[in-house]
Every structure is written in C-alpha cells, then in structure tokens.
C-alpha cells in the first residue's frame, strides 16, 4: 500500500498539534492581546502624527502611545469600578435594611400601584396582597438576587471585567499581570504592528485585497464602536448622572455606567433607565424632581440621532438593529468586553459574506436567475 503525499499529511498534522499548542500557550491572555490589538488600531492615527515630530525615535513614539492609552482609558475605568462597586454595596445594604429610607420608598410606590386602578386589576387575579409581607419577601429575594447577580457576573466576566472589576474578588495578583501583558503587547502593537499585519496577510491564503477589506472592516467597527457607543454612552450617562444627583437618586455613578451600556440602544438608550426614574419620583411626590428627570431624559434620548451619525460618520455602514443584537449578544457571550468584541465580529462575519456574493457572483446569478 501506498500512501500518496504522506509527508504532506503528516507535516499539516504536526502543523496543526503544534498550532494548537502555541494557541493554549496564548489562551490565557487573548482578552489582553485582543484589548491591545483594538487600542493599536484605534490610535494608529495619532501615532502616525507624533512619529512626524519624532522621526527616528519609534520606541520612544510606542511608549508615549502606551502612556497616553493608560492615562485616558485605563485609570478611569480603574477609578470607575471601584467606585460602582462600592456604590453596589451601599444600594444591597440599603434595600435589605429594615425601616431604610430606601424600603420607605419601595412601600410608598407599592402602595400608590395597589391604590390605584392597576392595583385593582392585581386583586381581581392573585387575591388582596398583603403589602409588607409581600414586600419583604421581595426586597429579601431583591437583595439576593442583587448579590446573586454581582458576583455571577464578576465571576463570569472576561477581559476588561476580569482587569477591572474582578480583582476584587480574584486579588490583585491577577489583575497586574493582565495589565502587564496588556501594555507589553501594547507596546510591540504600536511599535511592530505593520510588520505583524504584513506577516500574517502573507501567510493568509486569501487575496489581498479580501485581506484588506477584512482589516479596515474590523479598524471601521473599532473606530466606530468606541466613537458611537463609548463617547455617546458617556455622554447620555454622564448626564443621566448629574440629572440624578441632583434629583437626590443615591448611587449616581453606578447609574451612569448602567446608562453608558443602556446607550447602545436605539432611540431609548439611558432613557430606559431615566423616564422609570421620573416616574417614581412623581409617584413619591417629589413632582419638581420628575418633571426635571422628563426633561433630561427627552434630551439623553436625542442625543444619539444627533451625535451619532456625525461621530461614526463612514466608520460603519452597519444597520442600528445589527449593531445592537452585536453589542448585547457579545456582552452575554464573552462579558463587559463584548459590547466590543461583539460588533467587531459581527462586521467580519458581515465582510466575509460580502467577499462570498463578490467571488460567487456568476453562480448566486445563474442559481438565482
């Protein structure tokens, strides 16, 4: 018997033992080399114009770079993590203490609903509902449930959640070294990354110019995502915020980060979190406060189809429904970093597909003719 092109065979099967070898040796940091390939894409323009002014100096132009990334997205995520987590500690004891101020609230707006013709109709089906005992069993299941629900997704975070907010939890052990790695492959990014893109385009079987269209397809989406959902979330939610903070809504920054990923969203956005707000204000008699957070809301809501298509602009040409089945299916799939991840792979699915109608054109005609 013989076996024809054996030692083919046999080399794409040692190719293939060793490839997977070298991905498990990479596998504990891909959320890292994937955080710090996006920022290398993202800022590849303003590393462009600082190596004008320092021509020669590309590894003093990287560390710069690597600063700046620290500087402006690093620590306040750090800063903003520490500060929610806290804030979600002060909102779990706040609702499982009796006679807080907080269970005051719960039972006054409970009361309002059960005196009111929706209470009625509540009736009618379960029967008359025993307000503080039903209440409490809520706010004990509300409470658990809050801490069910923190430390799972603390637990179940990757990437950017495990950096961030997982250390405390995990230690800091952890976190320091996926920032390390984070900033040493940052650091090669700005410095090499031509070199790599190049490499791996050479060894891609694809043309090159399917190479190209998947590369700007992922820097589009990069671009994209952090303009259109990081700049307009922080907007909606820093003024979603304030608006809170002067209402008297206790827990503002925990807010603000729940209305930064609410803003993906089309046309609600932080209004999902904003309007339910002023409604209970004016159910607890704070009117003043519920017209206020109205208002603010009907100006959070807006500011996505004005701001929007001047920030994206031609980054993206993907429909808002896409965009956001992206955001939140990345996010449940691979946590807090797949409002990124999500959207990204969605275009590179959309741009494979775009290079399969173009390559299959004459047979998509003659089948579909």
């Known amino acids: 018997m013989k076996l024809h092109n054996f030692n083919t065979y046999f080399f794409f099967g040692v190719l293939f033992l060793v490839s997977m070898g070298a991905f498990l040796?990479?596998?504990?940091?891909?959320?890292?080399?994937?955080?710090?390939?996006?920022?290398?894409?993202?800022?590849?323009?303003p590393q462009r114009l600082l190596l004008k002014y320092l021509k020669g100096y590309p590894g003093t132009v990287a560390m710069l770079m690597c600063l700046f990334v620290a500087l402006v997205i690093v620590l306040p995520i750090v800063g903003i993590g520490n500060i929610v987590i806290g804030e979600v500690a002060e909102v779990v004891e706040e609702v499982t203490t009796d006679g807080s101020q907080?269970?005051?609230?719960?039972?006054?707006?409970?009361?309002?609903?059960?005196?009111?013709?929706?209470?009625?109709?509540?009736?009618?089906?379960?029967?008359?509902?025993?307000?503080?005992?039903?209440?409490?069993?809520?706010?004990?299941?509300?409470?658990?449930?809050?801490?069910?629900?923190t430390e799972n997704s603390l637990g179940n975070a990757s990437g950017v959640a495990k950096s961030f907010v997982k250390k405390t939890y995990e230690g800091i052990v952890g976190s320091v070294l996926w920032i390390f790695v984070l900033f040493f492959t940052l650091f090669y990014f700005f410095?090499?990354?031509?070199?790599?893109?190049?490499?791996?385009?050479?060894?891609?079987?694809?043309?090159?110019?399917?190479?190209?269209?998947?590369?700007?397809k992922f820097m589009s989406m990069a671009r994209a995502t952090l303009k259109g959902t990081f700049i307009i979330g922080s907007i909606q939610g820093s003024l979603g915020g304030i608006a809170f903070l002067i209402a008297g809504i206790s827990s503002p920054m925990l807010w603000f980060v729940v209305m930064v990923f609410l803003s993906v969203i089309p046309a609600l956005g932080a209004g999902l979190v904003i309007f339910p707000a002023a409604f209970i204000m004016f159910f607890l008699g704070h009117v003043w406060q519920g017209i206020f957070l109205l208002g603010v809301g009907l100006v959070v809501t807006s500011i996505d189809n004005v701001l929007r298509p001047k920030l994206v602009g031609n980054d993206t040409q993907m429909h808002s429904l896409l965009i956001f089945f992206g955001t939140i299916g990345g996010m449940s799939v691979f946590g807090l970093i797949g409002f990124i991840v999500g959207p990204i792979i969605l275009a590179l699915a959309l741009a494979m597909w775009e290079i399969y109608a173009y390559e299959f054109k004459a047979q998509l005609k003659k089948y579909n003719g």
Do not use: C, W, Y
Request: aromatic share 6%.
């Open 102 to 149: 907080a269970q005051q609230s719960i039972r006054r707006v409970a009361g309002v609903i059960l005196n009111s013709p929706v209470g009625g109709m509540i009736e009618s089906r379960v029967g008359a509902v025993d307000l503080d005992s039903s209440i409490s069993d809520t706010i004990a299941n509300l409470g658990g449930g809050i801490l069910s629900l």
């Open 191 to 216: 410095l090499d990354g031509k070199q790599f893109v190049k490499k791996l385009m050479m060894l891609s079987p694809l043309k090159d110019a399917h190479e190209e269209l998947l590369i700007e």
């Open 25 to 45: 040796l990479f596998l504990p940091f891909l959320s890292a080399i994937f955080v710090a390939a996006l920022f290398a894409g993202i800022f590849a323009r």
